[in-house]
């Protein structure tokens, strides 16, 4: 696992920075119900996609959540007042709080399946009846892109993806959240060039192949074989799923409520 205290100095550039952020939120505004006037950002890091979610006429009111001190500390310069740090798995917030939640690039990341649950069970219960909450799904699958380099690493270990599509629908339904709709975007400035991945595999992106590990070293040396090292392959597309909780029933006519 990344130490996102130590990247959050250099997070944005090397993910794509602002086109990459400015494709996310569109994505994300996208699949927000009409008229949303409160958002929940969770897990912000350091705030450029939350900040692009707060901007333009008729942006809902944003307030981000991060539990890393350094992401929270680079999202307050970006929305000073409105970042607060937490842990997603207990949000400092009242039931039925924000008409929207969102979470980008955070499922992937939980290796424990009952903390995806709670994560997911937070959010639903933050978000008001009618409300819609946003993530992103199959992230690890989205990097897969048919390039040399995913030829190369194909062999690698792999642990289950903890924020399959299936998986998250399935904690959703748990919550008496309804599937609202999905959306997809480009990963801009995101293509890996063989230098690259192997610069990733050294800082621990790969989290089945540990910086300093015999096999690291051996995936390393693989990727340094293939042709046009500096060259970035195609950029990953990532998804996007909606889920809404459903409005409260109205009580009958006539009836004790």
Not at 96 to 122: K, N, Q, T, Y
């Given at each position: ?167 998250v629908e399935s904690y959703a339904a748990d919550c008496g959240l309804v599937p609202a709709g999905q959306a997809r975007f480009a ?71």
């Open positions: 696992m990344l130490d996102y205290d130590q990247e959050a100095e250099r997070y944005d550039a090397s993910r794509g920075g602002e086109p990459r952020a400015a494709a996310a939120a569109e994505a994300v505004l996208g699949l927000l119900p009409p008229g949303a006037r409160s958002l929940l950002d969770v897990a912000c890091g350091t705030g450029i996609v939350t900040r692009r979610l707060a901007a333009g006429p008729g942006a809902p009111r944003v307030t981000g959540v991060d539990l890393s001190p350094e992401m929270a500390r680079h999202a307050g310069a970006r929305l000073p007042g409105a970042i607060v740090r937490a842990d997603s798995r207990r949000l400092p917030f009242p039931d039925g709080r924000f008409d929207a939640v969102s979470s980008v690039w955070l499922l992937h990341l939980v290796e424990d399946p009952g903390d995806v649950r709670r994560i997911v069970a937070e959010c639903a219960r933050v978000l008001r009846p009618g409300g819609v909450y946003v993530t992103t799904v199959d992230k690890g699958a989205s990097h897969n892109v048919g390039s040399d380099i995913d030829g190369v690493l194909s062999s690698r270990p792999r642990r289950p993806a903890s924020d399959a599509a299936a998986l990963g801009r400035g995101q293509g890996r060039s063989p230098r690259r991945a192997i610069a990733d595999l050294r800082r621990g992106w790969f989290v089945t192949l540990p910086p300093g590990d015999p096999l690291a070293d051996e995936f390393a040396a693989r990727l340094a074989a293939l042709p046009d090292q500096e060259r970035p392959r195609p950029e990953p597309e990532f998804t996007l799923r909606a889920f809404r909780k459903p409005p409260r029933a109205l009580p009958e006519p006539g009836s004790d409520g």
